[in-house]
C-alpha cells in the first residue's frame, strides 16, 4: 500500500498520463526493488506505467533531476529505454510505460557469454549519442561521501580502506594516463537496470552524464571473470588490448567503491526497510575478482 504521501504524489503523476487520467478503473500495487526511490505499477485497462516517487535524499546523493530528465528525452528518442510519459521537475516523481514481457536480468544472465556482448552493444549505442550538460565524477563523489561519513562516525566495514586505497591508485594512475573523450554514460549500470524482452532496454538515468566510456564497462568488468572481461571488450571494441584490459582493471575499483559508499550514505536517510550496510558488504564480496 502506498503512504498518503505516496498517493497524493501517484494521484498527481497519473493526471499527466493520458491512459491513466481518463480511466475509471486506475489501480496501484507498490513494486519491489529500488534502493532510493519507491516505485509502482499503475494500470488503467490495458494501460500500464511504472510510477516512480523519486527519493528524498536525491540532493544527498548528488542526482541531477534536471539533466536526468534531458538524457531520457535522448535515449528514449533513440529505443533505447520505454517511453517516460511524465517527469516532473523538480523533484523527479515520473511515469513509465511499462514493459510486461520484459524481466529484469538475473546476475547470471547479467555474467553469461550470450548476454556480455548484447550488453556491451547497448552501451556502444548509449555513448553515441548527443553530449548533455553536466558531468559524472566517481572520484568527487567518494571524497565527498567519505567525509561526510567520517563527521558523522558513521561505522564502515573493515574491508572498505584497502578499496579506498586501491581508488587512491587508481586516481593516480588515470592522472597519468592521456585523457579520455567523456561521451554520454549510464554510469549506473546495474543488472537490474537491464530489462529483456527479446531486446534489452536500459532503465533508471539518475546518474546519467558525461564520462569516460570504460567506466560503464567497469560495471559489468566487476562481476566478470577474466575471460568475460576480455569478453566485454570484444565485444565492445571489436577486440582486446593491453589497454584496454588495464583501463578497465584500474576503473573496476572505481565503480566498486562507488556503489559501496553510496550504499553507506544511505544508512542514515534512504528506505527505512533496508540494510545498507549488509548491502555495502555484499558489494565488499566482489573484491577477490579485484585480484
Same mark, same amino acid.
Given at each position: 500500500m502506498a503512504t498518503l504521501r505516496d498517493d497524493a504524489i501517484i494521484q498527481n503523476v497519473a493526471v499527466r498520463v493520458?491512459?491513466?487520467?481518463?480511466?475509471s478503473d486506475l489501480s496501484v500495487r507498490r513494486l519491489t526493488g529500488g534502493l532510493t526511490n519507491r516505485n509502482y505499477l499503475a494500470g488503467a485497462g490495458v494501460s500500464q506505467y511504472v510510477i516512480r516517487v523519486a527519493g528524498e535524499n536525491g540532493p544527498l546523493l548528488g542526482i541531477d533531476r534536471a539533466?536526468?530528465? +534531458?538524457?531520457?528525452?535522448?535515449?528514449?528518442?533513440?529505443g533505447i529505454m520505454p517511453r517516460v510519459a511524465a517527469f516532473i521537475l523538480p523533484d523527479g516523481h515520473s511515469a513509465t510505460?511499462?514493459?510486461?514481457?520484459?524481466?529484469?536480468?538475473?546476475? +547470471?544472465?547479467?555474467t553469461s557469454p550470450s548476454m556480455v556482448p548484447r550488453i556491451a552493444a547497448t552501451l556502444r549505442d548509449v555513448h553515441s549519442l548527443s553530449h548533455v550538460e553536466g558531468v559524472f565524477d566517481p572520484f568527487a563523489d567518494i571524497e565527498r561521501w567519505m567525509n561526510l561519513l567520517?563527521?558523522?562516525?558513521?561505522?564502515?566495514?573493515?574491508?572498505?580502506?584497502?578499496?579506498?586505497?586501491?581508488?587512491?591508485?587508481?586516481k593516480v594512475l588515470r592522472s597519468q594516463q592521456p585523457e579520455q573523450e567523456k561521451v554520454l554514460c549510464h554510469n549506473d549500470p546495474y543488472h537490474l537496470n537491464f530489462l529483456d524482452d527479446g531486446s534489452l532496454w536500459l532503465i533508471d538515468w539518475? $546518474?546519467?552524464?558525461?564520462n569516460d566510456p570504460m567506466y560503464d564497462l567497469a560495471g559489468i568488468g566487476y562481476t566478470l +571473470?577474466?575471460?568475460?572481461?576480455?569478453?566485454?571488450?570484444?565485444? $565492445?571494441f571489436g577486440s582486446v588490448t593491453s589497454e584496454h584490459q588495464n583501463a578497465l582493471e584500474v576503473l573496476i575499483p572505481v565503480y566498486l567503491c562507488?556503489?559501496?559508499v553510496w550504499s553507506l550514505v544511505q544508512i542514515d536517510g534512504g528506505l527505512s526497510w533496508f540494510d545498507y550496510f549488509s548491502y555495502s558488504e555484499k558489494l565488499? +564480496?566482489?573484491?577477490?575478482a579485484l585480484d
Open positions: 493520458p491512459e491513466l487520467a481518463h480511466g539533466r536526468e530528465k +534531458d538524457v531520457i528525452g535522448i535515449v528514449e528518442a533513440a510505460r511499462f514493459v510486461a514481457e520484459a524481466h529484469a536480468l538475473s546476475i +547470471d544472465e547479467f567520517t563527521s558523522k562516525g558513521t561505522p564502515l566495514p573493515s574491508r572498505l580502506e584497502p578499496l579506498l586505497e586501491l581508488v587512491a591508485s587508481s539518475e $546518474y546519467a552524464g558525461m +571473470d577474466a575471460a568475460g572481461r576480455d569478453l566485454l571488450l570484444e565485444a $565492445y562507488w556503489n559501496v565488499l +564480496d566482489w573484491m577477490p
